[in-house]
């Protein structure tokens, strides 16, 4: 049988490269394509490095039941990060059929009670799945904290090593700042103030309680189904601009509501890091793409800020139109606010 289905696969592989060059004929566009290992069994791959100090990877969400997807996301950790304590915070709803595997894989479950009060958005069941998940990591005696989703999944066996040398290259200079945050590329935008992504974030376990400590948003925003600028967006606080904003007035920090100030507090407080290092996969929007906000037509005010970003943008000046790229909507152009492109 396994026999058959290896020149099955064969077969559909030389299909989709004839379909693939045909389409890269008719559009003039070049494809790539990446595939992933649906279940954990069929993943064997290891970390060299060995991490002393206990860390925990909190898995926060409804359990996505499709394909076994968080299921097995928990038993691809275990195979990868043996010393991890993981935790799954979820909610008080779920079914005990949905359950039952996660309790046989004997990992921590924290069954939580949903929000009554919301702004619009999903927020609060974000600030209260992470923090009671961050608690718990806390109670175990972890020294650093992951978090992630239910409905993501990172397949790189070496992430927990890359992350803690990420802290040790890039040490904090911030005044009481236990080690640097690190975030995801995924969803932190370059040109959207204080959009850092909320996803999938790394810290000590110190800095990631201070940084979920927060109030709920317990007022409706009419806003939150508007189509505003980038910073009438940011300015109304919805979702990760409200967490990283909250987190940075706890260091009394003067939010100035500028990129220049944005990208400081990027290069003191965080690191970034870029998703595909990670191997991050979400089965979520635009699943089929790996590339989920990037285009070759022309410059985006949607872009994401990635390692080489934030890396260069507090070093290299740049030379745009900061008030034209602010008082576009999401995903339009900004050629015209780049001053460079302006002088070829």
């Known amino acids: 049988m396994s026999s058959i289905r290896q020149q099955f696969s064969i077969k559909l592989i030389k299909i989709r490269y004839f379909v693939i060059e045909f389409i890269e004929r008719l559009t ?19 970390s060299i490095y060995k991490i002393d100090k206990p860390f925990a990877i909190i898995v926060q969400g409804a359990i996505l039941v499709e394909n076994s997807f968080t299921y097995d996301s928990i038993k691809l950790y275990q195979k990868m990060y043996t010393n991890s304590k993981i935790i799954l915070s979820t909610w008080i709803d779920e079914s005990d ?17 949903k929000p009554t009060v919301s702004d619009g958005t999903n927020i609060n069941l974000q600030i209260l799945s992470s923090k009671s998940g961050i608690g718990r990591a806390m109670e175990l005696g972890c020294k650093y904290v992951l978090k992630s989703r239910t409905d993501q999944r990172m397949y790189n066996p070496n992430i927990f090593a890359y992350l803690i040398s990420l802290q040790k290259t890039f040490p904090s200079s911030v005044k ?7 975030f995801i590329s995924m969803n932190s935008f370059k040109y959207r103030l204080y959009s850092i992504s909320d996803m999938f974030m790394f810290g000590t376990i110190e800095e990631m309680f201070k940084y979920w400590d927060v109030k709920y948003k317990d007022i409706y925003n009419p806003s939150v189904t508007k189509n505003l600028s980038i910073k009438d967006w940011s300015s109304e606080r919805f979702n990760e601009v409200y967490l990283f904003t909250e987190y940075l007035i706890k260091y009394n920090h003067t939010l100035k509501w500028t990129l220049e100030d944005y990208w400081d507090c990027c290069k003191d407080y965080i690191t970034i890091v870029d998703d595909k290092v990670i191997d991050l996969y979400w089965h979520k929007y635009k699943r089929f793409s790996e590339y989920k906000n ?18 260069t943008i507090n070093i290299i000046d740049t030379d745009i139109n900061e008030e034209s790229i602010q008082n576009k909507e999401f995903y339009s152009s900004i050629n015209d606010s780049i001053n460079t492109l302006k002088r070829v």
Request: no cysteine.
């Open 294 to 311: 990037k285009t070759y037509d022309y410059a985006s005010n949607a872009e994401e800020m990635l390692f080489n970003d934030w890396l």
């Open 97 to 113: 059929e949905n359950l039952g595997p996660f309790r046989e894989l004997g990992i921590e479950i924290i069954l939580n009670y």
């Open 28 to 46: 003039g566009k070049f494809f790539t394509f990446h595939t992933r290992e649906m279940y954990s069994n069929n993943i064997n791959t290891t």
């Open 176 to 182: 009481g700042q236990d080690n640097r945050l690190i």
